[in-house]
């Protein structure tokens, strides 16, 4: 995770996984406020357990970058054995992974299972994860005082309000806003990840002052003055700013269009049903009056047969005439 490919891939994971969570909630309440109630995840027609299939094989490449493929010798131990200083973040890294690859796997069992608490128990999984992601960034092992370590600092708050939002659906299933809160929050990881990549490791994205340095193995963002890091931290404060504002537009925007697109095709199918019932309608009243002359026909039919007179049927004659 330290590096360009290590932030803008797993943003990318959040982003998507924020973004189908948030289309998915949009729709569910929109179309059964009444019922509503937040799922933890959500299964596909074709492939059920797509959305956490993409979790366990986005984690599981994660993990392998950072124990086997990253480093030089291929796996994170020293020659004794023991972990080296500079192999101790990707250790932190894989532990975040690996706790997201947990909750996928404890959702897909206790859904075979069928369990009555599933739901509940894989909040707590999604919870876990979550607040392992959050101790592993407060207490990283790379530089807190860096530019870096601003970036972190301002990334812990989104996972604070993941965390927070996952443990409330536990209590407030039926909370539209929670799970709104929680999959915008899931979705602004996946983006400041990506900006944290760029803004890091890209030379031409570092800000004024500042270049990228080797550090014990690993490349990391360092200003020469105190007055280069002060400007560089403001301008990452800046940019979150920035981001959450457009983030703000981006969540109302995308609900009114999911909901216009809804409300259109519902609007469309009650219309539909009430052509049909007009046409069922029209042909039952067409054809009523000509069940009506039939049974006026066979009502005289019958008062004839009954004993009527020859000439009471000549002036039923006329009258028909």
Excluded at 102 to 126: E, F
Excluded at 164 to 189: E, K, N
Aim: proline fraction near 4%.
């Amino acid at each position: 995770m330290g590096s360009f490919i290590g932030h803008v891939l797993p943003g990318i994971g959040f982003f998507i996984i924020g973004l189908w969570h948030l289309f998915n909630h949009v729709k569910l309440h929109f179309l059964q406020p009444n019922t509503y109630i937040s799922p933890a995840w959500f299964p596909v027609k074709k492939r059920r357990y797509l959305e956490l299939y993409f979790i366990m094989l986005g984690t599981s490449i994660s993990i392998s970058i950072e124990l086997f493929i990253g480093p030089s010798k291929h796996h994170p131990f020293d020659v004794d054995g023991t972990i080296p200083s500079n192999h101790l973040r990707n250790f932190e890294h894989s532990l975040i992974s690996m706790s997201f690859f947990v909750y996928a796997t404890c959702a897909i069992l206790l859904d075979k299972l069928g369990a009555k608490s599933q739901r509940g128990l894989t909040y707590i999984a999604g919870a876990i994860a979550f607040g392992q992601q959050l101790l592993m960034f407060h207490l990283h092992s790379s530089d807190h005082k860096g530019l870096e370590g601003q970036y972190h600092l301002l990334l812990q708050i989104v996972i604070v309000i993941s965390l927070t939002t996952t443990l409330m659906g536990i209590g407030l299933p039926g909370s539209f806003l929670v799970s709104f809160v929680r999959s915008l929050s899931i979705l602004f990881q996946g983006v400041w990840f990506v900006v944290m990549g760029f803004v890091l490791w890209i030379p031409r994205l570092i800000p004024k002052g500042c270049l990228l340095h080797n550090d014990d193995g690993h490349k990391m963002a360092r200003c020469a003055t105190e007055e280069a890091l002060h400007r560089a931290k403001s301008l990452g404060n800046i940019l979150y700013s920035w981001l959450l504002v457009l983030l703000t537009i981006f969540a109302v925007l995308f609900y009114v269009a999911v909901v216009e697109k809804y409300s259109k095709d519902v609007k469309y199918s009650s219309v539909a049903n009430e052509c049909e019932e007009i046409e069922i309608e029209e042909s039952s009243d067409i054809e009523s009056p000509k069940k009506n002359k039939l049974a006026d026909l066979k009502i005289r039919l019958i008062d004839v047969e009954s004993g009527f007179a020859p000439l009471d049927i000549e002036k039923w004659k006329m009258q028909e005439n």
